[in-house]
């Protein structure tokens, strides 16, 4: 595709956008994080997948642009929450491994977070273990940014093959398991079981532990009953503008 050039076009005019997806807490009663995901629809081309968007940026050297773009976006949103009241609620941002290897995302962010006077806590990066086994490029950030204080998810959990190790190479602060072990787990026996493996793997090293790709209402009932607390899913609610995130909280207080 020869995208890379609206790319920058988008970049410089802001038609990129941010979207925010609710991760319930409470077995679903209240928001306590939002997950930013990019959007980019192109004008021909219609909507361009994330992967999409990341591998265009990098091939165009626009990586520390993008990267900086959907940090600002995420500023914004926890400026909003901290002035509503809602400075518990912790926003959390995908970076992935060729961006966490190419630019120095521990000296942008933690440099924008502190220009901004946002507490660091309020910040969650999730990586993949991709991310974390490509220690010589990563390590070094990725501990700067956790001594800090910003938060680690380790996303998709359950999924790659040294799931393990990784956890503890990155202390990380949560466990995502990967929507292919959650979504359908109430009529999958094995799902139920890993899921319920990965629960208490998590009890056992004192992370919290996330579920991605809750679709229905009894997939949630069964992570409930299971001791699963916090939960995330087109049933809970879909990735949406800003705005709308905002009211959808609003309407739930
Ligand atoms: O939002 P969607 O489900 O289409 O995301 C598809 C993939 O793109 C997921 O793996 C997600 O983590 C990733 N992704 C979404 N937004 C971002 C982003 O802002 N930065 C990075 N690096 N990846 C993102
Ligand atoms: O890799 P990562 O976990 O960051 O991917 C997040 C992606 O998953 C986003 O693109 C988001 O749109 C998508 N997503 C969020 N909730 C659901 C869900 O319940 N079902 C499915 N199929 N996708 C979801
Ligand atoms: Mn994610
Ligand atoms: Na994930």
Same mark, same amino acid.
């Given at each position: 595709?020869? *995208? ?10 802001? %038609? ?42 990098? =091939?165009?050297?626009? +990586? ?8 600002e976006q995420v500023c914004t949103m926890m400026l %909003? ?28 962010? #933690? ?6 006077? /946002? ?8 990586? %993949?273990?991709?991310?974390? !086994?490509?220690?010589? =490029? ?6 700067? !940014? ?6 680690? @998810? /380790? ?7 040294? =799931? ?16 292919? !072990?959650? +979504?359908? #787990? ?12 990965? #629960?208490? #793997? ?13 679709? +229905?209402?009894?997939?949630?009932? %069964? /992570?409930?009953?299971?001791? *699963? ?6 049933? !809970?609610?879909?990735?949406?503008? @800003?705005?709308? +995130? ?8």
């Open positions: 595709r020869d *995208c890379e050039r609206d790319l920058s076009r988008a970049l410089a005019e802001g %038609t990129l956008a941010v979207w925010f997806q609710p991760i319930f807490g409470q077995a679903g009663r209240e928001v306590a994080g939002l997950e930013a995901l990019v959007r980019w629809h192109h004008p021909v081309h219609g909507w361009i997948p994330p992967g999409d968007l990341i591998a265009a940026a990098s =091939a165009a050297g626009l +990586t520390e642009s993008l990267l900086r773009f959907i940090l %909003t929450l901290r002035a509503r009241g809602l400075g518990d609620v912790r926003v959390a941002m995908n970076v992935s491994p060729r961006e966490m290897a190419q630019i120095a995302v521990d000296e942008i962010v #933690l440099g924008r977070l502190r220009a901004l006077g /946002l507490p660091l806590p309020m910040l969650e990066i999730e990586i %993949t273990e991709e991310t974390a !086994l490509d220690i010589e =490029a990563t390590q070094g950030k990725i501990a700067a !940014l956790s001594q800090a204080g910003i938060r680690l @998810a /380790l996303d998709d959990f359950g999924v790659g093959y040294s =799931a393990l190790a990784s956890l503890r190479a990155l202390r990380a602060d949560r466990i995502k398991i990967d929507r292919s !072990l959650v +979504t359908g #787990l109430t009529a999958v026996d094995d799902k139920r079981g890993l899921v319920q493996a990965v #629960l208490g #793997l998590g009890r056992a090293l004192g992370l919290d532990v996330v579920a991605e790709g809750v679709e +229905t209402a009894e997939d949630r009932a %069964t /992570l409930e009953a299971m001791g *699963c607390r916090f939960m995330q899913g087109y049933h !809970l609610g879909r990735p949406a503008p @800003a705005e709308a +995130t905002l009211r959808m909280m609003a309407d739930l207080q």
